[in-house]
Every structure is written in C-alpha cells, then in structure tokens.
C-alpha cells in the first residue's frame, strides 16, 4: 500500500476537487521553442497544458476512422459519398502527420528518448512511432501512385485503431502499480468498479461501455427506418451480436467481482443482492432479448422484446447516481404523489362521464360511451387538446371550461412535487456532504482519500468551483470559530460535549486566575458585607480556589 | 446505484497466482463467449436467409418493373400477362381480405382466367429465372402468399404482392392496399407493392412499383 500523503485544509483549492480545466499551465515563455512545444502539446505531467485535450481529439478521431473504414465496406453508403469519404481520410491524415511530425521534432525533449545517443532515431524505431507511421503510411503510398491492393490498404488503414495504445498502454501501467499484489477479483472490481485502484483505464472502461451503449441504442433507432435498415440489417445483426458479447462480458465481470464491495461480501448473498440492484438488472435487460429472440424465435414471437434493448441507454444512468435519486425522491414523496394520483384519476373519470352525459346525444360517435370519452378527458385535462373529439352543446362547452381551469392546477401538482422533491433532495445532499467535510476537515488535514471521497461527492453532486470554494470556506470559518470558542454562542458550545468540557476547563481556569489576582481579604469583606453571592457559590467559590 | 467503493476497501496481498474462483471466472467467460457466438452465428444465419429473400424480391421487382412497359407491346411473348389486349371475363374486383384470415396462396395453374393475374402468374413462374429461385429458409421454391402473417411461422421467405388502389380524393386514407388474388384484372397499369417475409414471418418491404 502506498503511504498516505495529506493536503493542509489551508491549501485545498475547490477548483482542483471539482477538476475544472481552467488552470493555467505554469509554462516560461522563455524556454526554446522545442522544449516550449512539448511542454504545452506533449508533456503529461504538466497540468492544464493541452496534452489531455490532444489525447481526446486525437482518440476519437481514430475511432471515427474505424467507425468510416466500416461503413466504407457497406456499398449503398460508401457509393454516394465516396467524395466525403476521402476528404475525412485527407483530414484525418493531415491530422496524423502533423502529430507524427511534432513528436518527431520534440523527441529530444521526451523524456523516454532524451538519455538516448540520437533522440529522434530512438523515437522512429519506438513501437508507438511504427504504429503512427503505419497509420498515415498507406495514404502516401496511394498519392505517390505505388499500385497496392484495394484490401491490403484497407488492412494498413485498420491499424490505425492500434494508435489507440498510446493512451491505454500508459493507463494499463498506472493501473497494474495500482492493483500489485492484489488478487484478480480485486483487479476486475478495480477495473468495473469506480474507486482509487481504477485510475485512468477504469475511466476508458467506463467510456468504451458508453461508447458502446451509445452506439447500440443508435443502432435500434436506425433499426426502425425502413430505408436503413433494409440496407444494413445483416450490419446491424453483427453489431447487436457484438455489443451484447461486451455487455455481457461486462455483466460476468460486474457479479464475479461485486463481493468487494461493502455489503456485498458474500459470495452468493451478495452476488444475488448486486443482481437485484436497479443497475445490475438494467444490465441483465439489456442482454436478456439477444438470447430469448435467438434461442425461441422459431417457438414464440419474440420481436417485442425488441424494444427492451432500448433499456441499454440507462446504463449511461450508473455514473451520474441520477436513478437513485429520483428512486428516493419517488418513495419518499409517494404518500402526495398518489394522493395527487388519486385526484387526477377522479376528475378524469368525472370530466368523462359529464362529457357522455351532455355530448353523447349530441355526438353518439365520437362521445359513444365513458370508456371511450375518456381519452377526451385526458387529452382535455392535460392541456393537449388534439381536437379530434370536442364539446358541441352549450352545457357541455361551459362544463368543458371548467374542468380544463381545475385540470390545469391538478395535472400539475405531481410535476411542482417532484422539482419540490428533488432540489429539497439536493439541498439534504449537500448538507450531509458538509457534514462529511467538516468531519474530515476538522483534524486540520486531508488524506488523499479523504480529497478523492470529496471529489467523487462534488462531482455527484454537480456542485460547482464556486459552491465548493464557498462550502471550504464556511468549514473553514466554523473550524477556526470552533479554535476560538470563547466566541461563541452558548447554545453551540453545549450541543458539541467536547467543546463545552473544553469551555467548561477555560472557565474554571478563569475562576482560578482571579482568585489569583484579586486580593482575598478584600474579597471576603465583600461578600461578607453584602448579599452578592449565596451560601452554595461561596462554598464553590472556595472549593475552585483550594484547589 | 452501485456502492462506491471506498477508499478503505481491503486488499489481500496475493502471490500472483489464480485462485479456484478465479478459474470458474475463466470458464464462466469462456462459456459467455461460447454462448454470445453461437447465437451471434444463428442470428447471423437467419439475417443472411432474409438478406437472400430480400434478393429473391429485388429480382421479382426487377423483372415484374421490366415487363411493366413491355407487357403493352402487341407482340409480348406472355400474352397472359399483356396490357389492353382483352377485357378481363373471369375476373372479379377483390375485396381486401379481412383481418386475421388466412387464405390460401395463390395458385397460379388453377387461377387461369386470361389476362387475371392468376393467369398471368402461371406464366410467369415458368421464367427460368423463378423456376431457380431458392427460399433460403425452406431450400423450396419461394411461394407467393397474399400477406406475411407472423402467426404462421412457415410464410418465412416467401413473397406477398399487394395492390394498392387510390381512394377518392378527401378520403381519410390515401390508397387501399389489398392482397393480389388470382381473379385480379391486370389489362391495366396497376400499383404494386412487394414484400418478402422475415423469419418471424414479418412483412419487409422490397419496394412499390407499376407493372
């Protein structure tokens, strides 16, 4: 385990927890331009630089380039945008040279070729080089007029995915120093899990799982245009078969190593409590179709399932705690929200069987019976108004106008106590975070565990730099109230035992130091002479001072 | 939501080695990828006898759209299948079949009234082309039904031909479309629309053309 190292509360800055990017890379204008480049587009270790940003840009553009190298083999999209396709390729070639170039020329300065007799060559010959001269290669190759088979530049272009290993490569080390020594359940929750063994490669885990969520979900919308589906549907067959091998890979990783997680210890309790979890079985619902539709088609209609895949969007769901907290606000504010409910479904029913009663001899069409009027209640309750089905006779207009008045204030009761419900939820949320903080913050320091706990409970919490940075400074205001709490209220000392023994010592030693400084005897004639202090704090009086 | 896990969470030091569990977690996941690939290969399987159903219904759209023009030619070899020749005797206009009736496909040598579509269906799978027409889900020849019904699992890869009839303008639904029968007049243009069945035996459509 690595030691634990501490911030000084006086020097916790709220723009570091909450992680904003606006901090000013501590770079010299002065330094030569070589050394200058590196340091703003190259360096790792430099914070706020645009290393981080490069990464970003650079990654996803290799996985837009996977993404055109596939639907360049699907002819009814590649064929009338050939030209588009080649520009990107142009674009994303240019991209990759000067990338190339730039670490070609700042080589001397990387500090994994700056020891080495010629910098520049030790960098050529470096794996992650030939994968970058690999990935832009083939395109000059094309331009230069060396005649190559159509497949094989495909093949070259294929492998600029393998660019990718510039980013996880460094993550996957960081991650393994992390999790030494540990056993590989440990390593599977590290890597599945959010926590402080995960580092960086838990981050792209978690990306790629959106990614693929992402992609998926896409895939089903697409599935539903005719058009594109007719096109692609054995492409869009693959890629649901590959996604659900992902998702349920990741799901077998989720239950072997959920037992690491407090409260899940045991292997079959809690294994069968992390399948119950609303996540884990989003999870599940997002697999279950791919196996029910190919293993019983052939017995059962199964195609509504279908639909169920959709679910796979609410995996995006697991980091931002956004289910919880609507799950919490839902069963905590229950009791209004049904009684609402209630309302809502008599008034419903009232404005329905008003409506047949006044309309239906009108209209025996339209307004036929109450189960049938219905949907005009509700369409006329809601405020949606289709105007397919509307009052004809006088009465039933003017019972009409008032039921809409009474609709609108009913229909948007539960909407008022759910946004009631959730900001009083984040107001409690913050409270106990500053609860939380105050208690870590009191000791003066903060471990490193302790800041990536208020890290983790900030980013929950959407609080931002300046919220934070006011919360620091109100636990820093109270602590340093609490180091003089002479100053304080009564009622405060008494509500922390700790604080009030502490006052209570303060007083007796004040008691003391004026039995100390006064003269006694002047004292004594004093309260003998008049009625100032009673019997009992005489006697106390001298019991403190004999003592 | 997922339990955090916390900073304090126990690491047993380990000697690098697996332990049993870690060995059913392997075979879990060998059996996982077993499983993911062998329905990914069925489903796969089944897509590509709908991609080749798919074709078998380009090639019924391209010809019956081919012949569309030819068909009105005074010399056109099919004379069953010819435009304004001869006034329909047999045929009579069909209704839309009612919801949920299952008729019979048609049959093309029984429905051989001239110029009716049943007639004209005779010949036409005599072409050498659909005579070698294979549905990919049977390995038969591909039968051409009135609807794709996915309650009737055994329509998977065959082949539905509707008309489709404009109604008169005002009409709350544009056009009628209604299964092709045997006794339909084809001395006229019609508007068709072509389908082939899934493997649910759910319509796909191939495209809507004259013929």
Same mark, same amino acid.
């Given at each position: 385990?690595?030691?634990?190292?501490?911030?000084?509360?006086?020097?916790? #800055?709220?723009?570091?927890?909450?992680?904003?990017?606006?901090?000013?890379?501590?770079?010299?204008?002065?330094?030569?331009?070589?050394?200058?480049?590196?340091?703003?587009?190259?360096?790792?270790?430099?914070?706020?630089?645009?290393?981080?940003?490069?990464?970003?840009?650079?990654?996803?553009?290799?996985?837009?380039?996977?993404?055109?190298?596939?639907?360049?083999?699907?002819?009814?999209?590649?064929?009338?945008?050939?030209?588009?396709?080649?520009?990107?390729?142009?674009?994303?070639?240019?991209?990759?040279?000067?990338?190339?170039?730039?670490?070609?020329?700042?080589?001397?300065?990387?500090?994994?070729?700056?020891?080495?007799?010629?910098?520049?060559?030790?960098?050529?010959?470096?794996?992650?080089?030939?994968?970058?001269?690999?990935?832009?290669?083939?395109?000059?190759?094309?331009?230069?007029?060396?005649?190559?088979?159509?497949?094989?530049?495909?093949?070259?272009?294929?492998?600029?995915?393998?660019?990718?290993?510039?980013?996880?490569?460094?993550?996957?080390?960081?991650?393994?120093?992390?999790?030494?020594?540990?056993?590989?359940?440990?390593?599977?929750?590290?890597?599945?899990?959010?926590?402080?063994?995960?580092?960086?490669?838990?981050?792209?885990?978690?990306?790629?799982?959106?990614?693929?969520?992402?992609?998926?979900?896409?895939?089903?919308?697409?599935?539903?245009?005719?058009?594109?589906?007719?096109?692609?549907?054995?492409?869009?067959?693959?890629?649901?078969?590959?996604?659900?091998?992902?998702?349920?890979?990741?799901?077998?990783?989720?239950?072997?190593?959920?037992?690491?997680?407090?409260?899940?210890?045991?292997?079959?309790?809690?294994?069968?409590?992390?399948?119950?979890?609303?996540?884990?079985?989003?999870?599940?619902?997002?697999?279950?179709?791919?196996?029910?539709?190919?293993?019983?088609?052939?017995?059962?209609?199964?195609?509504?399932?279908?639909?169920?895949?959709?679910?796979?969007?609410?995996?995006?769901?697991?980091?931002?705690?956004?289910?919880?907290?609507?799950?919490?606000?839902?069963?905590?504010?229950?009791?209004?929200?049904?009684?609402?409910?209630?309302?809502?479904?008599?008034?419903?029913?009232?404005?329905?069987?008003?409506?047949?009663?006044?309309?239906?001899?009108?209209?025996?069409?339209?307004?036929?019976?109450?189960?049938?009027?219905?949907?005009?209640?509700?369409?006329?309750?809601?405020?949606?108004?289709?105007?397919?089905?509307?009052?004809?006779?006088?009465?039933?207009?003017?019972?009409?106008?008032?039921?809409?008045?009474?609709?609108?204030?009913?229909?948007?009761?539960?909407?008022?106590?759910?946004?009631?419900?959730?900001?009083?939820?984040?107001?409690?949320?913050?409270?106990?975070?500053?609860? #939380?903080?105050?208690?870590?913050?009191?000791?003066?320091?903060?471990?490193? #565990?302790?800041?990536?706990?208020?890290?983790?409970?900030?980013?929950?919490?959407?609080?931002?730099?300046?919220?934070?940075?006011?919360?620091?400074?109100?636990?820093?205001?109270?602590?340093?109230?609490?180091?003089?709490?002479? #100053?304080?209220?009564?009622?405060?000392?008494?509500?922390?035992?700790?604080?009030?023994?502490?006052?209570?010592?303060?007083?007796?030693?004040?008691?003391?130091?004026?039995?100390?400084?006064?003269?006694?005897?002047?004292?004594?004639?004093?309260?003998?002479?008049?009625?100032?202090?009673?019997?009992?704090?005489?006697?106390?009086?001298?019991?403190?001072?004999?003592? | 939501?997922?339990?955090?896990?916390?900073?304090?969470?126990?690491?047993?030091?380990?000697?690098?080695?697996?332990?049993?569990?870690?060995?059913?977690?392997?075979?879990?996941?060998?059996?996982?990828?077993?499983?993911?690939?062998?329905?990914?290969?069925?489903?796969?399987?089944?897509?590509?006898?709908?991609?080749?159903?798919?074709?078998?219904?380009?090639?019924?759209?391209?010809?019956?759209?081919?012949?569309?023009?030819?068909?009105?030619?005074?010399?056109?070899? =099919?004379?069953?299948?010819?435009?304004?020749?001869?006034?329909?005797?047999?045929?009579?206009?069909?209704?839309?079949?009612?919801?949920?009736?299952?008729?019979?496909?048609? !049959?093309?040598?029984?429905?051989?009234?001239?110029?009716?579509?049943?007639?004209?269906?005779?010949?036409?799978?005599?072409?050498?082309?659909?005579?070698?027409?294979?549905?990919?889900?049977?390995?038969?020849?591909?039968?051409?039904?009135?609807?794709?019904?996915?309650?009737?699992?055994?329509?998977?890869?065959?082949?539905?031909?509707?008309?489709?009839?404009?109604?008169?303008?005002?009409?709350?639904?544009?056009?009628?479309?209604?299964?092709?029968?045997?006794?339909?007049?084809?001395?006229?243009?019609?508007? =068709?629309?072509?389908?082939?069945?899934?493997?649910?035996?759910?319509?796909? !459509?191939?495209?809507?053309?004259?013929?």
């Amino acid at each position: 385990m690595e030691e634990k190292t501490y911030v000084s509360i006086h020097e916790l #800055d709220a723009k570091s927890i909450v992680g904003a990017t606006d901090i000013e890379a501590d770079i010299s204008k002065d330094l030569p331009l070589r050394k200058w480049l590196y340091a703003w587009l190259l360096d790792p270790h430099i914070e706020g630089n645009y290393q981080q940003f490069i990464d970003k840009w650079i990654s996803i553009l290799i996985v837009v380039n996977l993404f055109a190298l596939l639907f360049e083999q699907v002819p009814a999209i590649f064929e009338p945008n050939a030209h588009l396709f080649h520009y990107f390729d142009v674009f994303s070639v240019v991209v990759f040279t000067l990338e190339y170039f730039l670490r070609f020329y700042v080589a001397p300065e990387d500090p994994d070729f700056a020891g080495k007799p010629n910098a520049r060559t030790s960098y050529l010959f470096s794996p992650f080089a030939i994968i970058d001269f690999l990935a832009i290669a083939p395109f000059y190759l094309k331009f230069l007029g060396i005649p190559l088979d159509l497949r094989f530049l495909r093949f070259l272009r294929l492998l600029r995915i393998l660019k990718l290993f510039r980013i996880i490569i460094p993550a996957y080390h960081d991650f393994a120093k992390a999790n030494q020594g540990r056993t590989l359940r440990q390593k599977v929750h590290a890597l599945v899990f959010p926590g402080t063994y995960g580092g960086r490669l838990q981050e792209l885990f978690d990306g790629f799982i959106a990614l693929c969520v992402l992609l998926s979900v896409f895939a089903v919308i697409m599935e539903s245009v005719h058009s594109v589906s007719y096109m692609l549907n054995i492409q869009f067959v693959i890629l649901d078969a590959v996604m659900v091998g992902i998702f349920t890979i990741e799901y077998v990783m989720r239950m072997y190593s959920c037992v690491e997680e407090p409260g899940f210890k045991s292997p079959i309790a809690g294994r069968f409590k992390q399948g119950t979890t609303v996540s884990t079985f989003i999870d599940f619902l997002a697999i279950l179709p791919f196996f029910l539709e190919g293993l019983l088609h052939h017995v059962l209609d199964l195609r509504f399932l279908r639909v169920f895949r959709l679910t796979r969007l609410l995996k995006l769901t697991r980091g931002n705690d956004a289910t919880t907290t609507l799950v919490k606000v839902l069963s905590r504010e229950w009791p209004i929200i049904s009684a609402s409910a209630f309302i809502m479904i008599l008034l419903v029913i009232m404005t329905a069987s008003l409506g047949f009663l006044f309309e239906h001899e009108a209209q025996p069409d339209k307004y036929e019976n109450i189960p049938t009027t219905i949907y005009w209640a509700v369409i006329t309750l809601a405020s949606i108004g289709y105007g397919d089905i509307y009052p004809v006779t006088p009465i039933g207009r003017a019972m009409t106008v008032v039921m809409a008045f009474a609709g609108i204030g009913i229909f948007a009761i539960p909407a008022a106590i759910l946004a009631s419900a959730f900001s009083d939820e984040l107001v409690k949320e913050r409270e106990v975070l500053k609860a #939380d903080l105050y208690d870590i913050m009191k000791d003066g320091k903060i471990s490193t #565990d302790e800041l990536d706990f208020i890290r983790a409970e900030a980013k929950r919490l959407h609080l931002s730099v300046e919220e934070v940075s006011a919360l620091v400074r109100q636990i820093q205001q109270e602590l340093e109230r609490e180091a003089n709490f002479a #100053d304080m209220p009564i009622h405060q000392i008494a509500a922390k035992p700790e604080l009030a023994a502490e006052h209570y010592k303060t007083l007796l030693s004040n008691i003391r130091q004026l039995g100390m400084l006064m003269e006694p005897a002047e004292f004594d004639k004093l309260r003998q002479k008049g009625s100032r202090l009673s019997a009992e704090e005489v006697a106390l009086w001298q019991q403190i001072r004999a003592q | 939501m997922e339990t955090q896990s916390g900073p304090h969470a126990a690491a047993t030091p380990s000697d690098g080695g697996f332990s049993t569990s870690d060995f059913g977690f392997f075979a879990l996941m060998a059996l996982v990828v077993v499983a993911v690939t062998w329905v990914g290969v069925l489903s796969f399987e089944e897509g590509m006898h709908t991609e080749k159903s798919k074709r078998n219904g380009e090639a019924w759209v391209a010809w019956l759209t081919e012949n569309s023009a030819k068909r009105s030619d005074p010399d056109y070899p =099919l004379r069953a299948c010819a435009a304004g020749l001869q006034a329909p005797t047999a045929a009579q206009p069909s209704e839309p079949a009612p919801e949920g009736a299952t008729e019979e496909a048609p !049959k093309p040598a029984a429905a051989a009234a001239p110029n009716t579509w049943g007639a004209c269906l005779a010949e036409i799978v005599k072409v050498p082309a659909f005579a070698a027409m294979v549905n990919p889900f049977t390995g038969k020849t591909p039968e051409l039904v009135e609807k794709c019904d996915p309650a009737d699992h055994n329509l998977h890869g065959n082949i539905a031909i509707e008309k489709s009839i404009s109604n008169p303008p005002g009409s709350a639904v544009p056009v009628t479309i209604s299964a092709l029968v045997p006794g339909d007049a084809i001395d006229t243009k019609l508007q =068709l629309k072509l389908s082939i069945c899934d493997k649910g035996a759910y319509p796909i !459509k191939v495209s809507e053309f004259e013929f």
